[in-house]
Every structure is written in structure tokens, then in C-alpha cells.
């Protein structure tokens, strides 16, 4: 048998603080899965997914019911627990011992301490680049202030997080950081054309983001629609001090997995991949450690919103987990030792390596 350790989740999210009815709960399923609709095709449900019958059947009976019990019921349950009564079942049942937040998309969501408390759990803060960024340029006046006043934000800011996240990967597909006229230029035209609260999507002012946040010290978490496109900034940051995550890249998990194998600093995102996936978690598993160096992979769950996220993804990864491993020792093709080293590898002590946490090897 093999034991999976008190997991670090590497990357998530706050919890709402809100009490939710079917319809809201559903909808944060549906964004979970990527989906932008507010609510499921007519006639179908968000719960009729991988993910939605992993939440039924494992967060069921931490809250007193059967599992796989009906969606209604579940949730006029959470409503008698309460959502913070509710959302302290959950995350406490779910195993993880610390967990990595990043804090920067907006709604009513559990603070890191909030969530580290409610889940009687670690936490630690990560910086989201673009939100950082668009707070700086609520305060700066002219360019040449929102320059100055960016990257010191940035480095300010690595004093008291894990991480930066961003999702401006597309931006990184060209390897080498702008120049400083084609910086100005471009904080110049956003500036100017920013209505208040505007978001960040100018990709010359992306890319220079990222650059900063790579002389920053800290670890830098990429979302990526496609990883092959991230080799040549990947190529181009080895060698300075800067560890490169890629995070939630199902069905791409084969490319990210491959794109590890070539760059010593970069690595993997483990926890939506086998949440999304359910029942098929394991089938994932394995193809992704047919690629990866097993140092190079990190559990997360990605969760957002929801509590009952945490308990999937943390179940889904376990469940795989001792599946996969479990085959190889059975098989001869593994001993118990090594597959035990490298499910602790994955659960968590990569993670404490590449973020610097305590107990860390």
C-alpha cells in the first residue's frame, strides 16, 4: 500500500464566503471546467461532468450524507451547516496541509489567513503579475511613474510572497525581454486608453512584466494554453535563479510534462489535470509520468470558490496516485520504497523545494 502525505496545495484560490443555491453552486463548477456560461446547456446540469460526480462522491460524507447522494439534497445540506461550517468540513477532510493562494482575482474570497484557518492549514500568499500591475496604475500619474513605481511593486511584493502567477503566457512566446522604447511606447497607449479599473492585456507591457518578475526571486507560475510555445522563454530564463511553473494544462498534460524534461527549472502542475479528469484520473497519471522527471511534478488543486474543489482534487490525486504506483510495485516494476519516495516527491516535498517552505529537502 502506498501512503500519501499531508499534501502542499501549490496553487489555489480562496473560498467563497457566501451561502449558494443550486444554480450559483453550479455555475462555479461550470467556471472550474473553463467554461464561461453562466449556466449548463438547457435540460443538463453542470453536475452531469467528471468533476460534479467526483464532488458527489467524495464530499458527501464529510458533511453527514451518503455518497453520491442527489445535488439538491447535498446543498440543502450545506445550507443547514452554513458555508463557513460547511467549508471547515471540507478543507480539514481534504489532507492538505499548506496551501499556496494566489489572492488576485476579485469577489467575495477567503483571504490566504482565512482559508489557512479555516482549513487549520499553512498558507502563504502568491502575487498575481497583472493585478499588482493594475494596482500600480491606479496610483501613477505618467508613464515614467508606472514604470518606476511597477518594478518596484514587483520586487516589494516577492518580499512577502511564495510566488508570482500570471496568465500572460502567450506574451512570453517571444523569448527575449522588450526594449525600453517599445516599454514606454506601450505603457504610453495603455495609459491613455485605460478606462478606470481596466485590465492589463497589452502583450509588449506583459512580456516586460514577466522579465521583472524573473530578476524577482521568486518562483513564476505560467498559465498556458499551449506549453510547446513556452520553450523559448523557458530556454531563455535558465540559469537565473528563476523556477518556471506550468499550471493546469489538461489535455495538453503530455507537452507540459515533455516541456520538464528539457528545462531544468521548469515544472508541472499536477491537481485540475486529475480533477477534471474523475474516474480516468489515473489513465492521466500515468501518461504524465510516462514523460516527466518525477521531481518535476507538483500536486494543486486549483480550486476556487468552492471548498468541495479542494476534496476532489485532493481525492482524485490520492486515489490515482496509489492506483498508478500501486500497479508498478504489484508488477515488480517498482519496490515500495521508491514508489513511497516518489508519491512523498509529488504530494509535497517538490513543492516545499521549489517555494522554499519549511521542512523543506
Known amino acids: 500500500m502506498i501512503d500519501t502525505p499531508d499534501l502542499v496545495d501549490q496553487y489555489c484560490h480562496g473560498v467563497l464566503r457566501t451561502e449558494l443555491g443550486l444554480g450559483t453552486f453550479e455555475a462555479r463548477l461550470g467556471a472550474h471546467l473553463g467554461g464561461t456560461a453562466v449556466l449548463p446547456a438547457p435540460g443538463t446540469t453542470f453536475f452531469d461532468t467528471q468533476t460534479g460526480f467526483a464532488v458527489r462522491r467524495w464530499c458527501p460524507p464529510l458533511l453527514g450524507l451518503e455518497p453520491h447522494c442527489p445535488p439538491a439534497r447535498y446543498l440543502a445540506r450545506r445550507r443547514e451547516l452554513g458555508a463557513a461550517e460547511a467549508g471547515r468540513r471540507l478543507l480539514r477532510a481534504s489532507g492538505i496541509s499548506t496551501y499556496l493562494v494566489d489572492t488576485g482575482l476579485p469577489g467575495d474570497l477567503t483571504s490566504p489567513a482565512e482559508l489557512g484557518a479555516a482549513g487549520a492549514a499553512e498558507?502563504?500568499?502568491?502575487?498575481?503579475?497583472?493585478?499588482?500591475?493594475?494596482q500600480v496604475a491606479d496610483t501613477s500619474g505618467t508613464v515614467e511613474a508606472f514604470l518606476a513605481h511597477l518594478a518596484e511593486a514587483v520586487h516589494r511584493a516577492a518580499a512577502g510572497a511564495v510566488a508570482f502567477a500570471s496568465v500572460a503566457s502567450a506574451s512570453a512566446s517571444a523569448p527575449e525581454p522588450p526594449g525600453p522604447g517599445e516599454v514606454r511606447g506601450a505603457a504610453g497607449r495603455w495609459l491613455a486608453a485605460r478606462p478606470a479599473g481596466g485590465r492589463l492585456t497589452d502583450p509588449?507591457?506583459?512580456?516586460?512584466?514577466?522579465?521583472?518578475a524573473v530578476t524577482a526571486g521568486r518562483p513564476l507560475q505560467l498559465h498556458t494554453e499551449d506549453p510547446t510555445a513556452l520553450n523559448g522563454f523557458a530556454a531563455a530564463t535558465a540559469g537565473l535563479g528563476t523556477d518556471l511553473v506550468l499550471l493546469h494544462r489538461y489535455p495538453h498534460h503530455r507537452a507540459a510534462a515533455h516541456l520538464t524534461g528539457l528545462h531544468p527549472h521548469v515544472y508541472a502542475d499536477l491537481g485540475p489535470v486529475l480533477a477534471h479528469t474523475g474516474a480516468r484520473a489515473a489513465a492521466v497519471l500515468a501518461e504524465v509520468l510516462e514523460r516527466a522527471p518525477f521531481g518535476k511534478l507538483l500536486f494543486s488543486s486549483g480550486a476556487q470558490g468552492l471548498p468541495e474543489l479542494h476534496v476532489v482534487a485532493a481525492s482524485a490525486f490520492r486515489s490515482a496516485l496509489v492506483r498508478v504506483l500501486g500497479e508498478w510495485v504489484m508488477d515488480g516494476a517498482w519496490t515500495r520504497t521508491d514508489a513511497q519516495r516518489v508519491a512523498t516527491m509529488i504530494a509535497a516535498d517538490n513543492a516545499k523545494r521549489v517555494y522554499r517552505l519549511a521542512g523543506s529537502r
Open 123 to 134: 498558507a502563504h500568499e502568491i502575487v498575481r503579475l497583472e493585478h499588482l500591475a493594475e
Open 204 to 212: 509588449v507591457l506583459l512580456r516586460h512584466l514577466l522579465w521583472i
